[in-house]
């Protein structure tokens, strides 16, 4: 049965699949959409380690079904993820075309984890950002331009990857992942030039700041089921490419994961439109992930990929939470809701559990997975510029934005459920709409209770001092009050904030300058090139005029030139002799311009 399972990558049923499901009657294609996600985590789960389909990809050695623990972990989240994300799509009135287009998204990042040389690893990352913006562009209006700057942005990320990759086959002749047979001796990038450009590239997917703006630009925009799954696969691969780069680690990249972590969380403080506000945590929780492949090591690397897990749960279950809203009360905005536990007591309480799981609250999956992330940032980091006490810079900086992500949740629930009362009756999210977001939020506590469950799914055992140099415990008494202390600590600033923040608009950030420069810059690039074209042809049809004129009437056209009657008697003699200058004159000229 194992032997059965390498023969073909998953990425290959699963296209078929997405094609298959867009073509179906809707409940038959949404039930065959959430069977084979399903069938998918059990293959992730009894498949064997190994490089199992190696072959030949464009003249190069690839091998495009590579397992190991990391990959594996991100095959059964994907898995579990998108067979819930397709019930909640049925549930949430979605058409088959646009479950289609999100399950060849799914099937492309399958392909992508999965991959074991960088050469098939690209080619499904570039798949990504095109079945991705398809699944953008699908629900038509605002989303179209959006997903167009989306398609760019990662359109340009991709080419820099691929100048590292190619940097990287110069320098080592292959590839081929080092973990797999015939693979480098060392793994990752090659340092210098290629390494800067994989990170910037792959900086874009995962939300660097700066290369950020994507992510509150384009998923607040289509569907509330497509958003459910835009909001886990580019950023969640970006991380897993990010540990394939960099596999010992980098300190810049650990750095600039911290300042995502409070960047992100600040801005989604700003925020009043819901997806909005959850896009820039994305951001800001990435930047866990993105910290602990820069410190490197096992127990960072574990924090990592733990987090990964966690986060794909609960920002799942918060898209969900607020998709249900939009779609019971077609409003977006936090300023015109309020009350609405009264009416939608599920989808409050399924917004509470993923509410104090991404915040980091005690017995929730985010308590955990962050708790990795900030020991390793104390224990396998150095201390920084700027410590603070016992903290180090990364470490204030992780805890930084954990008050932030409190602050931000309690502003969200506080609008949207708990503060007045909702105008009207709305009923609370269906029954599909429902288990989907009951089971993804029974995980969320599940993982958080039982944290062994969740260190068994992980590359390294954080548990085993023969594993990290620091064995992690979760609910030791300094960790639970720091935990809580986040809490109080957030309470308290939203307490504070509460007032001026209300009275915020839109905040600008980046692509406020930079959509509109590019926008009309592009204009101008191209009403520029037009008008020079238009005026050189203007020019060379008029000197093509004045030569025939001059070979074929060279006393009129000296006549019109020097404004002389053709009756005056000099006319003749005074013509010719023009006309010589004018030939001896072009004559000059192209001679000078051929000589060397």
Known sequence: MAEFLTL?????????????????????????????????????????????FQTTFLGFEAVLFNVD???????????????????????????????GFALSYVATSFGAVFAGDWLSMLFFWELMAVTSTLLVWHYGGKAVRAGFR????????????????????????TFLFASVPNGPETAGITAGLPAALAAIGIGVNVGFIGLHAWLPDTYPRPHVAASVFLCVFTTKTGVYGMFRAFPEGNVAIAYMGGGMAVFGAMFALFQNDMRRLLSYHIQSQV??????????????????????????????????????????????????????????????????????????????????????????????????????????TLEWLLLLGGVGTFMSFIKFGYYAFFHGEYEGSVPDANRLQSVAMLTVAALCVFYGVFDHALFSLLPFDVTDGDVVSHVYETYTIPHVVEGVA???????????????????????????????????????????????????????????????????????????????????????????????????????????????
């Open 486 to 596: 986040l809490a109080v600590l957030g309470l308290l600033g939203f307490a504070v904030t509460k007032k001026p923040l209300s009275k915020l608009g839109r905040v600008p950030d980046v692509d406020s300058l930079y959509n509109p420069a590019v926008f009309y810059g592009t204009r101008a690039l191209v009403v520029g090139v037009t008008e020079l074209y238009a005026a050189v042809d203007r020019a060379v049809v008029g000197a093509t005029r004045v030569l025939t004129a001059a070979v074929t009437d060279p006393n009129a056209l000296y006549g019109r030139v020097v404004g002389v009657d053709e009756d005056d008697p000099a006319y003749p003699l005074r013509a010719g002799i023009g006309f010589s200058i004018l030939v001896l004159a072009v004559f000059v000229t192209v001679a000078l311009l051929l000589l060397p």
């Open 150 to 173: 989306y398609a760019l942005l990662h359109g340009i990320g991709g080419t820099l990857l691929m100048a590292a990759i190619l940097q990287t086959y110069v320098a080592k002749g």
């Open 69 to 99: 623990d990391f990959s594996r972990l991100m095959g059964l989240i994907f898995g579990l993820i998108a067979a819930v994300a397709v019930l909640y799509s049925y549930a949430s009135d979605a058409d088959t075309t646009q479950t």
């Open 287 to 392: 930047g866990y992930m993105i910290a602990g492949v820069g410190i490197g090591g096992a127990l960072g690397q574990a924090g990592a990929f733990a987090h990964v897990f966690n986060h794909i749960l609960y920002k799942g279950l918060l898209f969900m939470t607020a998709g249900v809203v939009i779609y019971r009360t077609g409003e977006q905005s936090l300023k015109k809701l309020g009350g609405l536990w009264r009416e939608m007591p599920i989808t409050a309480g399924a917004f509470s559990v993923a509410a104090l799981s991404i915040a980091g609250f005690p017995y929730f999956n985010g308590f955990v997975s962050k708790g990795i992330v900030i020991s390793a940032s104390h224990y396998h980091f150095s201390k920084g510029p700027l410590p603070i006490g016992e903290f180090y």
């Open 8 to 52: 073909v990558p998953p990425v290959a049923v699963l296209l078929p699949v997405a094609i298959l499901v867009a073509l179906l009657p809707r409940r038959s294609g949404h039930a065959l959409g959430a069977l084979v996600p399903t069938l998918a985590v059990g293959w992730v789960w009894f498949v064997p380690t190994g490089a199992h």
